[in-house]
């Protein structure tokens, strides 16, 4: 099996070379990762310039881009042969609910679907994790699951991991997306220049974190997996549609 590893915290991040090196002991990894933290680049792909490809190993290569970028030019081109699956992580802090539209880590994964592959994000709910090898424990287990048994078309698996140690975890559970609470206020200060500057306001508590969301599975201590897919159509509003413009 050949993987392709990426993620949006940058080449250097822990939670991306503790998953390389668990991957490793059964599969070709090679990482395609940002040169920088992108987190929060959701799907976004750089179209007005061009992109500076470069191979600092033999299976790494780093990207000036967002992580699809990185996604898009491995299965693209840049790699020699196709891999067979995109793996995105491990992510410093959990993606929940709305999260996922946010999300680089979940966008690189996305990207690896939307062009074919069978695609895993897995991220560590801490912002300092402590426990990283528990995460990458879970995304192995999971990547030799679909070995077996293949997502469904166009699916991918958003995985939020509790930092705790991994005989503490409970199990794995599959969950939907839960929702926050909108975002805080922006956060206003004053450059050394006297330059107003504004920060984006911390992520919303959550909403809609009640039994079977993945909010609710990772506070009570199982590995989240959530199946996602990006038919973002509502359906069942189309034929009321339909005569509200007639």
Same mark, same amino acid.
């Given at each position: 099996m050949h993987i392709l590893l990426s993620n949006d915290d940058g080449y250097l991040s822990p939670g991306l070379n503790i998953l390389a090196e668990r991957l490793a002991r059964f599969a070709t990894v090679t990482i395609v990762a940002p040169d920088r933290d992108r987190s929060g680049a959701s799907?976004?792909?750089?179209?007005?310039?061009?992109? #500076?490809?470069r191979q600092l190993e033999e299976r790494l290569w780093v990207i000036d881009g967002t992580p699809s970028d990185c996604v898009? +030019?491995?299965?693209?081109?840049?790699?020699?042969?196709?891999? %067979? +699956?995109?793996?995105?992580?491990i992510n410093h802090g959990a993606n929940l609910g709305d999260d996922v539209l946010y999300s680089g880590t979940v966008a690189a994964a996305s990207e690896g679907r939307a062009l074919g592959l069978p695609a895993i994000a897995v991220s560590?709910?801490?912002f300092s994790p402590e426990h990283l090898d528990s995460a990458a424990h879970w995304a192995d287990w999971l990547v030799g699951r679909l070995g077996d048994h293949p997502l469904p078309a166009y699916t991918l698996l958003n995985v939020n991991?509790?930092?705790t140690p991994l005989d503490q975890i409970k199990g794995v559970?599959?969950?939907?997306? *839960? #929702? #926050?609470?909108?975002?805080?206020? +922006?956060?206003?200060?004053?450059?050394?220049?006297?330059?107003?500057?504004?920060?984006?306001?911390? /992520?919303? /508590? &959550?909403?809609? &974190? *009640?039994? *079977?969301? %993945?909010?609710? &599975?990772?506070? /009570?201590?199982?590995?989240?997996?959530?199946?996602?897919?990006? %038919?973002?159509?509502?359906? *069942?509003?189309?034929? /009321?549609?339909?005569?509200? +413009?007639?």
């Open positions: 799907n976004s792909l750089t179209l007005s310039r061009p992109l #500076r490809p898009h +030019l491995g299965i693209k081109g840049l790699l020699p042969e196709m891999p %067979d +699956l995109v793996v995105s992580g560590s709910e801490s991991v509790p930092d559970c599959s969950t939907r997306l *839960g #929702r #926050r609470h909108p975002a805080a206020q +922006l956060v206003r200060e004053t450059d050394p220049r006297g330059q107003e500057i504004v920060w984006i306001g911390a /992520a919303g /508590a &959550a909403e809609d &974190a *009640g039994e *079977g969301t %993945d909010f609710h &599975a990772l506070a /009570a201590g199982w590995v989240s997996v959530t199946p996602i897919h990006f %038919d973002m159509t509502r359906h *069942g509003v189309v034929p /009321a549609l339909e005569q509200w +413009l007639a």
